[in-house]
């Protein structure tokens, strides 16, 4: 919180519970930074910033590079010396992480690690600007979803990585009550106390990934305790994972609730993208300079297109980064009637993590969205043959699953797949259970690749 000397200093704005946050706030320059962040943010809310914005920002991002050993090779910032340097590779970042860090910042004011999808550990440490200005962008998108009478529970990770973090600053930002319960915190919290938690806070809207939704799911139902669990819950705030429109409207219809896609980005970026009152995914260009890598090399963000998604992250102070190659395949445009101007972003996923079956070539996520609008399992294996010449779907039954209604279903997933992605499985299979690691989420998992097993000739 803001301490009572600092409110001296402060005195020329009053302080609300939407500003009395504890995003490390602890001296007069930091609040100012931070009024000038909130300022901006809900200035420009909902509108499409133009080249008069970006320069002078990209100015200060290009000089904040060039302090760091993978950019000190630069020469002055111009537009044109912009356009003409490459992209930055997430492996490059990856293999040599220190190298895009300024130096003399120590660890900074928080430190973090990411293994994302690749499973290598990248140091990430955040100064204070970079921690104040992502809550404050977050924020005020959110504040179109959230309400100052929500109770809020984080069932995400809040060790090393910075997203439970986030969702806590952010609560803290509006003046939300919430609670951090992270279910595979061992020895402090487990579903039992989670639901003991649930029955105290009743919470409104419930901040998870995907898999994490799942499994909690499940147990509820098992147990015969999911109508009360969800009696009070309004909104499914989903992230950590690319997740699908038919996995959000499956979890919506379990627990009676609105689930949205809450938002899109990773350690390395900050946030980039954060939902609407629609459900809709919507691009945070004040924060953020992006473009597209296509066929033809790197161009402007369209009004509609599709590509991988590079992007100059406006407010990394820690850890500039410029042109950066996220490797996730985007869909830019669509209607919103929220009246947002910024682009709706569809995410999906990364091109490295397509599968290859008999000349097909699929992403997880297209796979994902069969399984969950063609059934009601509650999580899915793709077993493949080495050679690709082989594919199995092993879905996962519900609690409350009819087994004699299997034929019939795997008929509908035969068919769906065949319509959607051209392909028809060797296979189509029921489990009572599959193995955590395919569904636990975030930290858990490294995203849907955990979906995918190849097998070998003696086990097809």
């Not at 379990?254 to 809450?262: E, K, L, M």
């Not at 959607?420 to 998992?445: H, I, R």
Request: aromatic share 8%; with cysteine; glycine share 8%.
């Amino acid at each position: 919180m803001v301490s009572g000397d600092r409110r001296a200093m402060i005195d020329a704005r009053e302080l609300t519970p939407s500003t009395e946050v504890t995003v490390l706030i602890n001296t007069a320059e930091r609040w100012k930074r931070f009024c000038a962040a909130q300022d901006e943010a809900r200035a420009r809310m909902g509108i499409m910033p133009g080249l008069d914005y970006y320069e002078p920002r990209l100015r200060e991002v290009w000089q904040r590079a060039r302090r760091t050993p993978a950019y000190e090779h630069l020469c002055s910032y111009s537009a044109a010396a912009f356009q003409e340097i490459r992209s930055t590779s997430k492996d490059e970042l990856k293999a040599t992480p220190w190298n895009y860090v300024v130096p003399q910042t120590g660890p900074g004011a928080k430190y973090y690690e990411t293994t994302g999808t690749t499973g290598r550990v990248t140091p990430t440490p955040r100064l204070a600007d970079d921690i104040i200005l992502n809550v404050v962008s977050v924020g005020e998108a959110w504040r179109r979803v959230l309400s100052p009478d929500d109770r809020v529970i984080i069932l995400l990770p809040s060790d090393v990585v910075p997203v439970a973090d986030l969702v806590a600053g952010v609560c803290e930002y509006l003046g939300i009550p919430h609670t951090r319960a992270y279910p595979f915190t061992t020895g402090i919290c487990d579903w039992d106390r989670i639901i003991g938690i649930w029955r105290h806070l009743r919470p409104t809207a419930m901040f998870l990934a995907p898999g994490v939704a799942m499994q909690f799911t499940r147990l509820a139902k098992r147990r015969g305790v999911l109508p009360e669990l969800r009696e009070p819950v309004q909104r499914m705030m989903l992230l950590g994972e690319v997740n699908t429109a038919p996995l959000r409207r499956r979890l919506g219809q379990w627990w009676d609730a609105v689930a949205h896609d809450a938002s899109y980005g990773s350690t390395e970026t900050g946030t980039l993208a954060a939902t609407c009152t629609f459900g809709q995914l919507h691009l945070l260009p004040c924060a953020n300079y992006f473009e597209l890598a296509t066929d033809a090399g790197l161009v402007g963000l369209p009004a509609e297109g599709r590509g991988r998604l590079v992007v100059t992250p406006l407010n990394l102070f820690a850890r500039p980064v410029l042109r950066l190659d996220t490797g996730d395949d985007v869909t830019i445009g669509g209607d919103c009637d929220c009246g947002d101007a910024a682009p709706i972003v569809s995410v999906g996923g990364r091109g490295t993590d397509m599968v290859h079956v008999r000349g097909t070539s699929m992403s997880v996520r297209a796979i994902e969205e069969v399984v969950y609008s063609a059934s009601s399992a509650t999580g899915y294996l793709l077993e493949i043959g080495a050679d690709g010449g082989y594919a199995r779907l092993v879905l996962e039954r519900d609690i409350d699953w009819d087994r004699a209604a299997e034929p019939g279903l795997a008929r509908r997933v035969l068919a769906a797949t065949s319509d959607a992605l051209g392909l028809s499985w060797d296979d189509v299979v029921f489990v009572n259970s599959l193995p955590e690691t395919t569904k636990a989420g975030a930290s858990q998992k490294s995203w849907k690749r955990s979906n995918v097993r190849v097998l070998d000739g003696t086990q097809q």
